[in-house]
């Protein structure tokens, strides 16, 4: 990798990395008031992390996730298109969900939600591995963290 490609895989994953953060950070704002009035309130798993846990995950996910967009979008190969595409595709589910489970109050509509983000992570992750392995294993702890989300998502569906 020559330095204008290591300078341009810096400035994707930059920019990468911002647009998740501010996706996170809007998704953070439109939970806030559920946070406080509506979850608190639920039955959840009893292996539920307390809540300051939610965001430093999240931030270490969105910094990962921001920097295997750079590392994908710099590649030269020809998946790197659809790549970009899925990473749109979860990045929005991923919004999509606190809009759905906690702006609507909607544990149903959040687990379908999740289930979808679970498939496009899992498709966006499989084009990673085919295209760089880094990219693909930048996404490993967002998997793990979205199969444990979803599990929880799937226990508040269940006991409420």
């Known amino acids: 990798m020559n330095n204008s490609q290591r300078s341009g895989t810096y400035i994707v994953a930059i920019i990468g990395i911002v647009i ?3 996706v996170g950070m809007s998704a953070g704002y439109i939970q806030e008031y559920s946070l406080i009035n509506w979850y608190p309130y639920l039955n ?3 292996v539920s992390p307390p809540n300051f846990v939610f965001p430093i995950a999240w931030g270490i996910i969105y910094l990962l996730n921001g920097i295997s967009l750079g590392v994908v979008w710099n590649d ?6 659809s790549a970009v595409m899925l990473f749109i595709i979860q990045l929005g589910l991923n919004f999509l969900w606190s809009v759905l489970f906690f702006y609507l109050q909607s544990p149903l509509l959040g687990f379908i939600d999740i289930f979808l983000l679970d498939i496009a992570l899992l498709l ?3 084009r990673c591995y ?7 294993w930048l996404n ?21």
């Open 20 to 22: 998740c953060f501010a």
């Open 44 to 46: 959840k798993s009893s």
């Open 76 to 81: 030269t190969s020809y998946m790197k298109k």
């Open 124 to 126: 966006y992750l499989k």
């Open 130 to 136: 085919d295209i760089r392995k880094l990219a693909f």
């Open 140 to 160: 490993v702890p967002y998997m793990l963290w979205l199969i444990f989300a979803t599990y929880l998502n799937l226990y508040i569906m269940v006991y409420n």
